[in-house]
């Protein structure tokens, strides 16, 4: 397992130190446990709000299906940051916005999507590159 280099641990810290401007302060932070995103999610945790629930989670490795974190996501009434792989967090996007699973899966590489749920659908509200 390769952790995280500089540029990446550096890359991480914008795209956090970006989330936190925008007012988001999970109340979770999920991660896949794979070492990477464990690195990630945790200066994720620490720059947005390190009183939140800090754990690895099952449904966000790279091959599980998307309907697992899809089906725990549901109902959940926390705000939660999820860590994980590509392509699994492209498919995920598209379970959760009940997108065609034929269609071209479209999630920033290195980025991160945030979705609202009104109970029943999600819907993007706002990507960071």
Known sequence: MRPLSAVGRAAVARLSADVARRGVRPDAIWHSGKLRA???????????????????????????????????????????ALVGHMPHLARLLHALCGRPSGETPDFPLHGCVALESDGETWKEVWRVS
Not at 48 to 60: D, K, W
Request: charged letters at 30%; zero cysteines.
């Open 38 to 80: 464990r690195q990630t999610a945790e200066l994720l945790w620490r720059g947005t709000n390190p009183l939140a629930e800090f754990s690895a989670a099952r449904g966000l490795q790279p091959d599980d299906p998307p309907s697992w974190m899809r089906d725990r996501l549901a109902g959940e009434t926390r705000t939660v």
